[in-house]
C-alpha cells in the first residue's frame, strides 16, 4: 500500500516537474520573441535577466548587461529618476511608467513600464520592466508642438492684419460718409443759391 502511494506521489512530482519546466520554456521564449526590450531586476535594479532586444537597446551583448545595475546604462542626470521609478514599483501598487535617457545617447529617449514581478530563488522581491524606445515619438511630438506655434503666430499675426484692414475700411467708411455729407449739404445749399 505504501509502496503504491510513494509511487503515485512520484508520478504526481514528476508531472508537476514536467510542468513547470514546461511552463518555463514558454516563459524563456515569450521573454525571447516579444517584440520589446524586456528586462527582470532586483530591488538595486541589477539586471537578472535581458532578452535580446533588451541589450540590443543598450547597445550591448546580455552577457554584457547581466549582473549589472540598469542605472549605469542611463544618463546621469536621469538616475534619480529611475531610483524612484524602482522604488514605486516595488511598493507593487501596479505598473509605473518613466521616461530616461540613455548614457552612451543621450538623444535616446526611453519608456519604461514596470511591474512587481514576485519574488526570485533567494526570495527577494524582482521587477519586470518593458522598455521601449520613444525617441521618434517624442521628436515628432516637439516637431507637432513646434507647428503648432508657427501656425498660432501665423493665424495671430493674419488676424492682426486682418483687424488693421478692417480698422481701416471703418475709417475709409467713415471719411466717405463724411465727404457724402458734406456733398450732401453743399448741393442744398446751391439748389437754395439758384432759388
Do not use: W
Not at 508657427?150 to 492682426?160: F, I, K
Request: charged letters at 25%; glycine letters at 6%; one cysteine or more.
Amino acid at each position: 500500500v505504501y509502496q503504491s502511494a510513494l509511487e503515485m506521489q512520484n508520478e504526481e512530482l514528476r508531472c508537476a516537474q514536467v510542468e513547470a519546466e514546461e511552463s518555463g520554456q514558454n516563459y524563456r521564449e515569450l521573454y525571447e520573441t516579444v517584440p520589446v526590450a524586456c528586462y527582470t531586476l532586483d530591488a538595486r535594479g541589477t539586471v537578472l535577466d535581458v532578452n535580446q532586444d533588451g541589450a540590443t537597446l543598450l547597445h550591448s551583448a546580455p552577457r554584457h548587461v547581466l549582473g549589472r545595475r540598469l542605472s549605469i546604462f542611463l544618463c546621469e542626470s536621469d538616475r534619480a529618476i529611475f531610483t524612484g521609478f524602482l522604488r514605486k514599483v516595488l511598493k507593487g501598487l501596479g505598473q509605473e511608467f518613466c521616461t530616461v535617457r540613455l548614457a552612451d545617447d543621450e538623444t535616446m529617449v526611453l519608456a519604461l513600464i514596470g511591474s512587481k514581478g514576485g519574488l526570485n530563488e533567494r526570495k527577494m522581491p524582482v521587477v519586470r520592466l518593458a522598455v521601449m524606445d520613444v525617441t521618434s515619438f517624442i521628436r515628432m511630438q516637439g516637431a507637432l508642438h513646434q507647428a503648432n506655434e508657427a501656425l498660432e503666430a501665423t493665424v495671430n499675426e493674419r488676424t492682426a492684419q486682418l483687424s488693421a484692414a478692417i480698422a481701416e475700411q471703418k475709417r475709409e467708411m467713415a471719411e466717405r460718409k463724411q465727404r457724402e455729407q458734406e456733398l450732401a449739404e453743399q448741393r442744398r445749399q446751391i439748389g437754395r443759391a439758384h432759388v
